[in-house]
């Protein structure tokens, strides 16, 4: 199988599974127990979470464990909204957010907040003069993602926060969950102060992943209980799973530098080769993450090429995996105008550090004999 489906999620890695395993036979114990057994599995927990805050660059208290990329974000949405509201009830998120991000904000608006969609250009770049318009006194959360799922554009997360800090109070929010392993991101390099990470993304364990706060930074809990995780996040901590996250991130940080360079030269290359096609139209901006190629073949659905390769054991998807099962067309694609004779035969392909050089060349083979066979409607 050719996969290049890793936005959707990745392959875990062997010495993950092999952690999980470990972590599961040996410490099994409630890391909230006050026996010994307890203590040395609270202080496996602690020393993940310190190893994420150290790469991070923040303190270990900011480092909430969760079930992963939608929780975070929702955590993030309610939980930054409700706690500096005092500062004011107008929130800012892009048009081209995750569900996560938008749903959330969509939910916040019926709860007394104030909720405004930042556009983007026709690159899927947010447009900094309409941000600017749209900043008040009392935005008080802005949520911005810093690669989109599905096309790839990177934000210009800088930019974007000198722009929020000039013009607000607002506290800013980074879903870095198709970023983070791909391109730098911490508090350190910007002036954030909180970011979203998934597992899955980075070959880890689906169902986990953590929000993390810049130092100074507080969050209003969203899961009530038993007050795990700094009374944030209620619920047994699943040890096993969060030292998995650490693993992940840990491993996906330390080669970081490597594995852009070679995902950005493969997708180099599957972008020449689309080039040579006149019926395909590159969706993903020039200033796309390294992992993802977003195109369209003209009056095409995408699901019909996506069949077609997937009988010849490639497997690629339309512009997201949460989408691609609805019907309706993605409002990544409808905030950047693409127009109709595209809109329909988005195909997303996405690598991962796993990726080989050979697998591009097969699929190049096979995406070939594929188009030549499927005409146009
Ligand atoms: C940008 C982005 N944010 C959030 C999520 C949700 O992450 P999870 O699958 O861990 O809930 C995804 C998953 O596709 C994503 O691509």
Redesign the pocket.
Known sequence: MIYLDN???TKVLPEIMDTFIAVNEKYWANPSSIHEFGHNTNELLQSAREQVAEILHTSSSKIYFT???????NLAIFGLANKYKFRGKHILVSKI?????LEAAKQLNTLGFEVEFIPVDSKGIIDLVELQKLLRKETSLVSV??????IGAIQPIEAISKMVRSNSKAVIHI?????FGKLPIDFKRYDIDAL?I????IHGL????LLALSKTREVEPMILGGGQEAGIRSGTTPVPLAVCTAKAIRIASASLEKNTTEMKRLTEELVHFLRGFENIKIISPDTRAPHIVTFSVRKVKGEVIINALQKRNVIVSTS???SSRQTKTSHVLQAMHISDDYIKGVIRLSISSLTTEQEIDTFKKIFTEVINVIKGD
């Open positions: 936005s959707a999620t079930s992963g990329g939608t929780e975070s974000n957010e995750h569900p996560s991000v993602m810093h690669v989109n799922n599905e879903d870095a969950v198709q970023s979203t998934s597992s899955h993304k689906k169902g986990s992943g997201s995996a949460c």
